[in-house]
């Protein structure tokens, strides 16, 4: 069984930064790729950054420039530092883990979300 708890959200105000992070725990698995994805209030969810584990790494266009998605293959650890943001960065940014269980069983899980609220 594999769990991912996320840390890191909160209140800033434009311009300021936060950053994220998701660790995965548990046995027997391996983690192709890591993401973060955000939804905010009457918004479909959107994906924000995700990064494989060699490092290939994918941006929104609305992000790029100001947060970059990071990895810690060892700790099993996906960060997102988020830079100058917007109030339109609002949004509960849940993290996400596709990979394998034991080699042979597939898993796509989703951290329970953490609100980042961007607001003076």
């Known amino acids: 069984q594999v769990q991912l708890v996320e840390s890191g959200g909160g209140l800033v105000q434009p311009g300021g930064s936060l950053r994220l992070s998701c660790a995965a725990s548990?046995?027997?698995?391996?983690?192709?790729?890591m993401g973060w994805y955000r939804q905010a209030p009457g918004k479909e969810r959107e994906l924000v950054a995700a990064?494989?584990?060699?490092?290939?790494?994918n941006y929104a266009d609305s992000v790029k420039g100001r947060f970059t998605i990071s990895r810690d293959n060892a700790k099993n650890t996906v960060y997102l530092q988020m830079n100058s943001l917007k109030p339109e960065d609002t949004a509960v940014y849940s993290c996400?883990?596709?990979?394998?269980?034991?080699?042979?069983?597939?898993?796509?899980?989703w951290g329970q979300g953490t609100q980042v609220t961007v607001s003076s």
């Open positions: 996400n883990a596709a990979g394998t269980l034991w080699g042979v069983r597939a898993f796509d899980l």
């Open positions: 548990g046995s027997g698995f391996s983690i192709n790729a």
């Open positions: 990064i494989t584990s060699g490092g290939s790494t």
